[in-house]
């Protein structure tokens, strides 16, 4: 007899790996049915007043900035309009109300009380002079700088103890400007225009401007149009 064999039957499939058993399927059903997580009220509350609040900060420190800059825009305008010192030639001229802030030296008995000098230079075009303030009190220390016609500085000094100044050497003929300064920026000063012609030059003396002289100028200007009250 002839024996006759079969192959066997294949394996059965087996169940690849990340194929769940059919005992996880309900887990996964019920993570897929559900309900998301609510946030509560409250907390979403709270989430609006602090972005509200920031807002209503925001708000506030834009304000604060835009009045700076408008305090800085005003004052810059304020800087820029300030009244230049005025030019002023010395006068012993008494039409003014008020004390002017340059005047002439003159007489012997003034250049002495006044200037503190025994006798006048007799060398021409030589510039003399005594700084105070607006009670009188000589000013040490200040800077004087002449200028011609153009702006061009042509000379500096400044005065001693008793608030007196004078040129080392003669200028030559012409126009000029004496510009006064304080190093410490107490006071202003007019600017006093002069002329020197080759003859000798009388003494001058220049008042300071203080705050309240400055003040009551100004007011004078706006009210009446004339600084001289």
Do not use: C, W
Request: aromatic share 4%.
């Amino acid at each position: 007899d002839r024996i006759i064999s079969y192959p066997a039957p294949p394996p059965p499939h087996s169940i690849p790996s990340e194929v769940k058993p059919a005992r996880e399927i309900p887990t996964i059903i019920n993570n897929f049915g559900r309900t998301p997580e609510i946030v509560p009220n409250q907390q979403i509350n709270d989430s609006y007043k602090e972005q509200e609040a920031m807002q209503k900060k925001l708000s506030e420190m834009t304000s604060e900035k835009d009045a700076l800059l408008k305090q800085l825009d005003n004052l810059k305008r304020e800087l820029e309009t300030a009244e230049k010192p005025n030019i002023i030639r010395p006068s012993n001229s008494t039409e003014t109300r008020r004390e002017p802030t340059i005047k002439t030296i003159t007489g012997k008995a003034e250049i002495i009380n006044e200037l503190g000098l025994p006798n006048l230079p007799q060398t021409p075009n030589l510039i003399i002079g005594v700084i105070k303030d607006s009670q009188k009190k000589f000013l040490p220390n200040i800077i004087i700088t002449v200028k011609d016609n153009k702006g061009m500085p042509l000379r500096a000094f400044k005065t001693n103890k008793l608030g007196q100044f004078a040129s080392a050497t003669p200028l030559s003929n012409g126009t000029f400007n004496l510009e006064i300064e304080d190093p410490l920026k107490r006071y202003i000063f007019d600017i006093a225009q002069i002329t020197l012609s080759g003859k000798i030059f009388l003494p001058i003396e220049i008042i300071a401007k203080g705050e309240r002289e400055i003040l009551r100028e100004k007011l004078s200007k706006e009210i009446f149009g004339n600084p001289n009250i």
